[in-house]
DNA sequence: TTGAAAGCGCTACCAC
DNA sequence: GTGGTAGCGCTTTCAA
């Protein structure tokens, strides 16, 4: 089914068909009345790669994340897909599970679509995928990863005043020993909560204790955390998560153990997903704010060149929403 | 960045830079390389609109559900989505919020996009979009809804088998009361869960009472679900939810309002998704393969015509996965 | 208000 | 092995 059948079809041209289906209100309401009627009897439907092709601009947005079981990429993908629909753009979704190989070869795959700019919300990054999509000339927004500047917007979180509210706060209630549980090592986001935890532990010097596990992006990576972390010897009396998706797995193996929460051992996530509310108990947590994030995101990549309207650059700080995971220190 | 650019700078024909980019390995080695590396000197991406508007296929399978933030689509579509990697195929995703309307822009957005095959993993149906999809000619999946036969195939689930399972074994431990937390009346799928439940229920006639309250799909609507059923006066000691995802929710709002489960209330969930074994109990529930239901979507839409290997409808029955949230009827 | 026709960037067929 | 070139289905001047 072409343009041009359903041209035959009205007794049209194929460029009057073109006008009436992308409301060019310049057609007569007659003749347009039988182009869609036309259209509609053929079960027509625009072919949008010749669309793309022969307008030269594209109507999707791609975005990239890293791990699609995560909550906190689906609400940042989500407020993202809201905010393009209402622009009338769509969105074409990428996942990595954290693998850089994934990250460029979906990145090659949104610039081979021409997608009409690029959200990259994910914690993996190289530097060669970042200069691949600069010299693409897309727009792009980088959440947590990549530097700012021409074309490109950057959301970042103040992971170390988050990570330092957090260990003020189990510090406050007495906590002196205290764990780290993450995930992906070597992936800089992640590194910097890693590091912004124990920074803010070195600014109590020798009264306090810590220690690190790395697992994988899931609660089955929270819960093998805790054993190896126990299994280690340690035994710390709060176990602050690099997330809260991971930090459910970490409720359950505590359980599983015997260990009370919080009465023998506190537990904090980080970014507040509508779950954190919902595990039990209830998870204390920081927040972040992931509807903003991909709305903030969407609007980056819209704007016009000339229009610097909005920063190249934003900072979140991420607030202490305290629940029921952490209590006084035994 | 085109291909005859490429062209002009290796020296070579455009159609010559196309074999290489294709792998088609009649090009001569030498050649091979000039063109790669004019490729990669001018950071070239091939226009895949205008690859697919000139090869008329295309490399990318749709796929629609109903709520990404429920686990269950999205396990789904991850096992859809490494199958089609697999095959060197990606995959499109859609999610509609179970709204009629986006089901429908969606698939046109797909069909537009001329992607290879649809796979709608959705509980929304309307006989008109699935029409749409039939003269479209392409090749569809549909989970739960819509009709086998010509090129597309069925995936259902026995919803009548596990509600049948789960309310026998919490009869079995002797409840007599028991409540249904859904959500969607109207979308036919959903609706047969509840049906299915009532059905299984009035099994055992007049010893039995029940009840159901519906709410929408979220922990939040899980929650709200039993604020409903208890305000109602009702007292159930068990209740059969329609989902996992929701009776996360159902678990939070009995705790909250001191109700202990198992020992007061039991409740049991359905698809066995990963957070289900870390709920706190974790949840008794009714299992859905969804990594074979994704694998066997995409396997479906890549199918030959001829070839009738596969069977246009396959029909799953949930096993019954008992954990810490079902215990005897107080 | 409408039509004719020149591309958009690529594939695939036909020559050489 | 490689090049020339006719489309793929649409948008967008330019004329009428």
Redesign the interface.
Known sequence: MTLEEVARRAKVSTATVSRVLNNLDVVRESTRRKVLQAAAAL?Y?????????AGGK?RSIGAIVSN??N?FF??V??AL?AAARERGY?V????TDYRVTRLRAGV??L????AAGLALIVSEMDPAVIE?IR??GLPAVYYDVGAAGGKTTNIRVRYETGMQRAVQYLYSLGHRRMAFAGHHAALSPLEVRKKAFLAAMKRYGRQVQSRAALSHD???GG?QAVRELLGSGFRPTAIVCVNDYMA??V??EL?ARGVAVPGDVSVTGFDNI??A????P?LTTLDIPRAAIGRMALEALLQEEGSETAPREVLLDPELVVRDSTGPAR
């Open positions: 079960n439907h625009p072919n949008l790669n010749a669309r793309t092709l594209s699609l079981s909550p689906v609400d993908l989500r897909d769509d074409l979704i990428e996942h090659r795959s610039i081979g679509k021409r691949e010299a693409s899931s609660p089955a819960a459910m797995g409720l359950r359980r509508e779950l509310e919902f595990t039990n209830a």
